[in-house]
């Protein structure tokens, strides 16, 4: 990591250094946003058989689904949205398809789960969670396009793809056995733009085989693109993940805590200022931390974090784009989002 100018005020602790997704949600949808998770019970390519059964090494046999695929989405909508309420009235809400690959099935099957999304009342938009391999880029691109009918006033004027890329390294991703390369996410993300969609990459930082600045190599990927989100991840090894066998074995060293801040720190500096970011640490589910001990306690992270770019006095995308002063964040939006 560079030195910071030396004409900023070091003393300037507590201040806003990266883009919130906060105000990335309230410019886009005019009030602050919350997501329910929801669970259309859709597969992935990846586990059931398509491209492999083994999955990526890092991911739990859960995939990050809620467990509530046997109920209908209205259903679900309709236990989550109370608790939402509960917290914040007067938040507006977004559907969230969270679990395994959320195109991995037929136009006609994708669209049907389109419709009775955009049917769920009061829903403000779509976040779907998918792979850059499961929207026939370069082959029609009918999964995109059953997606973009659907951004309409009476749709769902908000859809966001959250695409996992995870490291921009092929030697990396084929050790985590992901399937697919990173030029396969760009092509996908501009794709995706193309057809009016936003999209927001994830990154994992710790992957096996991964040096210490893959995470700046992978947002300085994600910087060419045109990618209105970031989220960033932690490498956790997970109950049942066959990552859990390598670390067990001694094969998957995990970075510590000052690590993975130090990589974050300086992924962020070279962050494109318009690319917010949704998400800084991995989120275990109750149960599923093996390892490490460290990434149960989130909150240590992120304060940790905020006192090393305090300390640094730096900020997102400090180093290439805004080196002179902290961005005003609600200034920063895409073009043509
Ligand atoms: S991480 Fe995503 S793409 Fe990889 S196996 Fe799990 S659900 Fe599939």
Known sequence: MSTPPAHLDPTSAGLQRWHPAGVFFRAKLGAAVRKAALDAGFSCPNRDGTLSRAGCSFCNPAGSGTGLAALPLAGQWALQVPRIRARDPQARILAYLQAYSNTHASP?????????????????????????????????????????????????????????????????????????????????????????????AHLVHGLPGAGPHDLTRSVEFLNALPVSGVKFHNLLVCRGAPLAREWQEGRAPLPELEDYVAALTEALERLRPDICVERLFADPAPGELVAPAWAADKAAGLRLLRRELDHRNTWQGRLDFCPERLPDWAGYHLPNT
């Open 108 to 200: 006609e099957r994708l669209r049907a789960v389109l419709e009775e999304t955009a049917a769920l009342p009061g829903v403000c938009g779509l976040c779907l969670g998918t792979r850059p391999d499961c929207l026939d880029v370069g082959s029609g691109e009918a999964r995109l396009d059953v997606l973009a009918s659907f951004v309409r006033p009476d749709g769902l004027p908000f859809m966001q793809l959250d695409l996992g890329l995870q490291s921009a390294d092929d030697a990396v991703l084929a050790r985590a056995n992901r399937g697919h390369g990173a030029r396969v996410f760009a092509e996908a993300a501009q794709a995706a733009a193309a057809h009016g969609l936003l999209v927001c």
